[in-house]
Nanobody, 128 residues
Framework: QLVESGGGEVQAGGSLRLSCAAS????????MGWFRQAPGKEREFVAL????????YYADSVKGRFTISRDNANNAVYLQMNSLKPEDTAVYYC???????????????????????WGQGTQVTVSS
């Protein structure tokens, strides 16, 4: 089970930190991802942190502004979002993948089908 929190409304240029609490005892074996979905659009990849080594990967649209991190001791993953823009407005979803793709295959983690577990989502609204 994945439970997101930390969403809300913020003005452009502001920051938010999303949290995701996981209940799996084997949390450290999952690659964790954040996706988002705006009204009328498909769910899109935002960021991931790999199951081993803590390597991260970001969508070009958020690179340099968002930071994903994980705390295996507390079964949690975070998304620090800075310099927010109105186009970041969406429902943000935490997700978990049990696949162990090699480091050179991070591309596969950018697809929703790679993730078998999803949270309920948290709304992020950025006003101009």
């Amino acid at each position: 089970q994945l439970v997101e929190s930390g969403g809300g409304e913020v003005q452009a240029g502001g920051s938010l930190r999303l949290s995701c609490a996981a209940s799996a005892r084997t949390f450290s074996t999952y690659t964790m991802g954040w996706f988002r979905q705006a009204p009328g659009k498909e769910r899109e990849f935002v960021a991931l942190v790999r199951w081993t080594g803590g390597g991260t990967y970001y969508a070009d649209s958020v690179k340099g502004r968002f930071t994903i991190s994980r705390d295996n001791a507390n079964n949690a993953v975070y998304l620090q979002m800075n310099s927010l823009k109105p186009e970041d407005t969406a429902v943000y979803y935490c997700s978990a993948s049990s696949y162990h793709y090699p480091l050179t295959a991070n591309y596969y983690y950018t697809k929703p089908v790679a993730y078998g577990y999803w949270g309920q989502g948290t709304q992020v609204t950025v006003s101009s």
